[in-house]
């Protein structure tokens, strides 16, 4: 598949949030506000690639030839929970007005199944490095849209009448099915 | 005894996960496309969700406070780990139904909010109740979403067809629409029963509502979402 694909693919036929139903926890914790949005999707995306990027070499090199592949689920949480915090102490140090931003969300991006699971799919379908950062990316791509675009539809929902029953999370679930159920048209684009 | 028999019944109905306490919600929307999918996976959470209440709560006191995250995490790969092998070995066809979602349980806000919340303060017995009380409520909740979004997409339940001939299924059911649409219907129900219970009753609300504000869409224990930690 060509890039382009990869990314038409990856942000919207199978949209992570929309269509495979992982990181739903951010998707209805964090969507109040798009500047919160943008933030927590910028940071998905940055930890999703250099995630992919370590627990691959971690596979390949580590995992594979001591035919330690049972071990795959706690070596990634692992590598997961330890870049992470590397990460954020890296940019506290060198790159404040990074850490300004995206510093906050990155703890809680630790137990956020997106950047397991793309780790994890990228296993399963047996891609090459290059390929899994490109689809790391676009992934994550996919996970900002649908953040910063249900922010969009919950700042206009603050204003609406919603009955009582209805307000909070389960209006917020409607609406996600039926952004998914938008996102359903793109099926057959690759 | 008593405190036992509380901690145990709380998961079943007055805190039942996903529906009242919003934990874990990725599983719940992605493996409830029919009901023994959501079954086997209400299973594997349970056994997690036990054993690791019980080994966290009985090394609480050796663990420093502040890298408590990282050793449940550990404890509860570990254990996740055990959960795959097992399906490997004694349920092949459900673990590729399972596929990803198997492995991703290490990272389900239910077992960190627990631990979190529950197994690193209390005693072991009292721990072990929670697990197997919140695993049972999930196990439930979990088998019921299924069933529903199964019979309504299939025409079908635990595989076997129910509905009536010429039954014609709404396919949107068991694609990923379905699922945020019948969990968010499913929370308005329970949400309404509240309010129509309180009002009936005109007394003080015996259950967390979901509706409020300021209810945090997890329950706020899980470190894995901006509204367990800051506000946002």
Redesign the interface.
């Given at each position: 598949m060509s890039v382009f694909e990869v990314f038409v693919s990856a942000i919207f036929v199978n949209n992570i949030v929309?269509?495979?139903?992982?990181?739903?926890?951010?998707y209805?914790?964090?969507s109040?506000?798009k500047g919160?949005a943008i933030g927590?999707g910028s940071a998905v995306i940055f930890v999703t690639v250099m995630a992919t990027m370590f627990t691959w070499m971690a596979q390949k090199y580590l995992l594979d030839p001591f035919e330690l592949g049972?071990?795959?689920?706690?070596a990634?949480?692992?590598i997961i929970?330890a870049l992470v915090q590397f990460v954020e102490m890296f940019l506290k140090k060198a790159i404040p007005p990074l850490y300004a931003s995206l510093g906050?969300?990155l703890?809680?991006?630790?137990?956020?199944?997106c950047v397991?699971?793309v780790t994890?799919?990228v296993q399963?379908d047996e891609l090459g490095l290059m390929d899994s950062l490109i689809y790391a990316f676009a992934t994550g791509a996919g996970f900002l849209l649908a953040l910063i675009l249900m922010a969009g539809v919950r700042e206009r929902l603050e204003t609406c009448r919603v009955?009582?029953?209805?307000?909070?999370?389960?209006?917020?679930?409607?609406m996600?099915?039926?952004m998914?159920?938008t996102f359903?048209a793109f099926k057959g684009m690759v | 005894m008593q405190r036992f028999i509380q901690e145990l019944t709380k998961g079943l109905w007055r805190e039942i996960p996903p529906f009242r306490v919003m934990l874990g919600l990725c599983p719940v929307l992605a493996v409830t496309k029919n009901a023994s999918n959501g079954l086997g996976m209400g299973i594997a959470v349970l056994f997690v969700l036990v054993l690791s209440n019980a080994i966290i709560s009985s090394v609480r006191n050796f663990i420093p406070k502040k890298v408590r995250i990282a050793c449940f995490i550990t404890i509860s790969a570990t254990l996740v780990v055990a959960v795959e092998l097992l399906m490997q070995a004694y349920v092949y066809p459900l673990y590729l139904q399972l596929g990803i979602f198997v492995p991703l349980i290490v990272v389900n806000c239910i077992i960190l909010g627990r631990a979190e919340a529950f197994a690193s303060k209390n005693p072991v017995h009292l721990a072990i109740a929670d697990g197997i009380g919140m695993g049972l409520g999930f196990t439930m909740s979990l088998t019921f979403l299924g069933a529903i979004r199964e019979l309504l997409g299939a025409g079908t339940l635990f595989g076997k067809f129910i509905m009536w001939e010429g039954f014609e299924p709404f396919t949107i059911m068991v694609e990923a629409p379905g699922a945020f649409i019948c969990l968010g219907l499913i929370l308005a129900l329970m949400n309404f029963m509240t309010h129509w219970q309180i009002k009936r009753r005109n007394e003080s609300t015996p259950f967390v509502l979901l509706h409020a504000s300021q209810m945090p869409s997890c329950g706020g224990a899980c470190p894995g979402c901006s509204s367990g930690q800051n506000k946002g």
């Open positions: 929309l269509s495979q139903n992982l990181g739903q926890c951010p209805v914790g964090c109040k506000e919160v927590m049972y071990l795959q689920t706690l990634f949480i692992l929970a906050i969300f703890p809680l991006i630790t137990t956020n199944c397991m699971g994890l799919m399963r009955p009582k029953a209805m307000q909070g999370t389960p209006i917020a679930l409607i996600a099915g039926i998914a159920l359903m | -």
